[in-house]
């Protein structure tokens, strides 16, 4: 993995050497890529992903000489209620860290905006064998787990 860039000017590339488990990181954090399908409603007061365009994506970068690797989810947005989006039409998600706990199928964001609350995505296989995600409050259950079906990109790979 390449680390920063030369000028132009003779000066060398840094090279990154993965280890082992940095490369699991990699290979586990891309079957999470690809477009999906939200299959859920969205309840009162809840702003939530909508329609069959939502992406997740990998983001990898160095930091302190470690690998950084997290998950996005980003997409068009619709409210349970007025205002629950707060004039919102599109969302981006970023810093899911991936492995919690060492189990490569969960994915949390922690934030705090007055208070903290986790956002966890769950990802797991259909009765067909095909890869869903299912993300939560952990905190705050009004809304529910919101579902969504892999229907294009390296996702489709970890299915059945």
Request: overall charge neutral; proline content about 1%.
């Amino acid at each position: 993995v390449g680390e920063g860039g030369g000028d132009g000017k003779g000066e060398e590339r840094k090279f990154f050497e993965l280890s082992e488990q940095d490369e699991t990181l990699l290979k586990e954090g891309r079957l999470w890529t690809g477009t999906y399908e939200s299959l859920s409603q969205c309840g009162p007061g809840c702003c939530c992903f909508t329609g069959n365009n939502t992406a997740i994506s990998l983001s990898e970068s160095i930091k302190g000489g470690h690998l950084r690797a997290t998950l996005s989810v980003s997409g068009p947005v619709v409210g349970g209620s007025d205002g629950a989006c707060k004039s919102l039409k599109r969302m981006n998600v970023r810093n899911f860290v991936i492995g919690k706990d060492g189990d490569w199928n969960v994915a949390e964001k922690v934030y705090c905006q007055g208070s903290c609350q986790t956002l966890r995505a769950v990802k797991r296989k259909d009765e067909q064998g095909r890869v869903v995600v299912g993300i939560s409050n952990v905190e705050h259950h009004q809304c529910g787990e919101q579902l969504f079906s892999c229907k294009g990109g390296d996702c489709l790979s970890a299915s059945a």
